[in-house]
């Protein structure tokens, strides 16, 4: 069983769309991370969240941790193809043991 | 971009045969980790580390061993590999404070037959 929940494990839109994907855990965590990956490569970091509530936002990528500090929600705002990759949360310890969910793979379609 | 270098980035190796995956840094950082990747499962935590000879164990640990002896260098060793250790493998380092940032390595892509 996968610690970190991610939901939907597959997504494809066309360019111009809204989406939100979302990271879920019984567990508390001292911080979540998002990181996106793209093939053959490393997950790179977009965005670290530490206090419940906070909301940040990239661009046009919004990332919310919620309350509880368990969960999270990435809403990314009028997708563009490039935008394409596998989108991973990541939560953190208080040890710095670091966990993964599976991932969001997101496919925008021009 | 980081200073983390993964070797081998490609092997094929025989059921039963050791194998040894490497992780280089010069960054200097305190953490670093060895997940692997399977489809499905996102990125699994095998052991990581918090310096020199400290080691703990993470969530599919069974079947590995590391070693690490100098900041810079931390080795994943498969005492006898088995088909189902397939996987590409990534390393990753982190300063270590709770907010930051981790690095990935390129992965290496280890198939076992």
């Known amino acids: 069983t996968q610690l970190l929940e991610q939901s939907p494990q597959f997504l494809s839109i066309q360019e111009g769309e809204n989406l939100t994907v979302y990271c879920n855990s019984s567990?508390?965590?001292?911080?979540l991370q998002w990181y996106r990956q793209e093939p053959g490569e490393g997950p790179v970091l977009l965005v670290t969240?530490?206090?419940?509530?906070e909301v940040k936002k990239l661009k046009r990528l919004t990332f919310q941790f919620g309350d509880a500090r368990k969960d999270s929600s990435l809403h990314i705002t009028a997708a563009q193809t490039g935008d394409t990759g596998l989108y991973l949360c990541?939560?953190?310890?208080?040890?710095?043991?670091?966990?993964f969910g599976a991932g969001t793979r997101l496919t925008v379609k021009p | 971009d980081a200073g983390i270098t993964q070797s081998p980035r490609h092997k094929v190796t025989e059921t039963g045969t050791p194998v040894t995956l490497r992780c280089h840094q010069t960054?200097?950082?305190?953490?670093m980790y060895w997940y692997r990747q399977d489809p499905g499962h996102g990125l699994r935590l095998i052991h990581y580390?918090?310096?020199?000879?400290?080691?703990d164990k993470g969530e599919v640990s069974d079947g590995y061993s590391v070693s690490r002896s100098k900041t810079e260098d931390f080795l994943l060793t498969l005492e006898s590999a088995t088909s189902s250790q397939t996987s590409v493998y990534f390393c990753?380092?982190?300063?270590?404070?709770?907010?930051?940032?981790?690095?990935f390595g390129q992965g290496t892509r280890l198939t076992v037959v």
């Open positions: 990541a939560g953190r310890y208080n040890n710095n043991d670091m966990r």
């Open positions: 969240v530490v206090t419940g509530g």
């Open positions: 960054e200097n950082h305190r953490y």
């Open positions: 567990s508390v965590f001292s911080s």
């Open positions: 990753a380092i982190s300063e270590g404070r709770r907010n930051t940032e981790a690095f």
């Open positions: 580390s918090y310096g020199v000879k400290d080691t």
